[in-house]
């Protein structure tokens, strides 16, 4: 059953009443200082769970992408990549984001599209998501510490849009992001999935492209001996970037 934290309301259009046995979504992990870069990507950070782009130094009030759900080439054990947009979570105690993910487990890939209003767990939705699919998603803040989340698969003919409310969320971060879910019992960063290339488009804070939104951060998964995870593309456009596994741990 989900739990709701104090301040939270959720109303979810064909949500799933369990949340996940893990937590595709929560706050970044980063890794060292990071570098300072020149141009519209001021900055990269490592992290171990999170990689993609963020806004980061302004107060956000939309972010959006779209995206083909990447196949998951599971081959063995238990691995899961999960692919969305979010609020906050960069520097800061909440994340309101929505996306996707494909789980390996064993040989056997399992798609499914979900919400998480962080600190609360991530929420499942039953519409069914193929590789292959195109999936659109979008962020508001609506006022009042009320947000709107929203997915729609463009291939299957489903949408979903959760509004919830969150108190002192900052607003401080708008990202898009390729991510390995945490966690295990023990704490750690689950295997990142194989999920060859993901392609985004359409990157969106603010209404305006995301690489002009000032202060973009560009941010890289890394494992613990400091080895990429993942090849984060450089910015087309101001929106559009691709994602290329590297490895699981």
Same mark, same amino acid.
């Given at each position: 059953m989900l739990i709701l934290t104090a301040g939270m309301?959720?109303?979810a259009s064909g949500a799933s009443a369990a949340s996940t046995r893990f937590t595709p979504g929560g706050l970044i992990h980063l890794v060292g200082a990071g570098a300072h870069l020149r141009g519209a990507i001021s900055h990269q950070? !490592?992290?171990t769970n999170w990689s993609g782009y963020a806004a980061?130094?302004?107060?956000y009030a939309s972010v959006s992408a779209s995206w083909v759900q990447p196949a998951g080439l599971c081959s063995r054990g238990d691995q899961y990549a999960a692919f969305w947009v979010g609020l906050d979570g960069y520097s800061s105690g909440t994340v309101e984001q929505t996306g996707?993910?494909?789980?390996?487990?064993?040989r056997t890939a399992h798609y499914y599209a979900w919400y998480e209003m962080y600190?609360?767990?991530s929420v499942n939705y039953s519409s069914t998501v193929r590789a292959g699919d195109h999936l659109n998603a979008s962020v508001t803040y609506l006022g009042s510490n009320r947000f709107s989340l929203s997915i729609a698969d463009t291939t299957r003919g489903w949408s979903h849009t959760t509004t919830g409310s969150l108190a002192g969320a900052a607003r401080s971060s708008a990202e898009v992001i390729v991510e390995?879910?945490?966690c295990t019992f023990s704490g750690g960063?689950?295997?990142?999935?194989?999920?060859g290339t993901v392609n985004i488009s359409g990157s969106m804070a603010n209404g305006a492209a995301l690489g002009n939104a000032g202060g973009v951060t560009q941010i890289v998964m890394i494992d613990n !001996?400091?080895?990429?995870?993942d090849a984060v593309s450089s910015l087309s456009g101001a929106e559009n970037f691709s994602v290329t596994w590297l490895r699981s741990n």
């Open positions: 309301v959720l109303a950070a !490592q992290s980061t130094t302004g107060t996707s993910e494909v789980d390996c487990i064993g600190p609360s767990p390995a879910p945490c960063i689950l295997p990142l999935a194989d999920f !001996q400091g080895r990429a995870k």
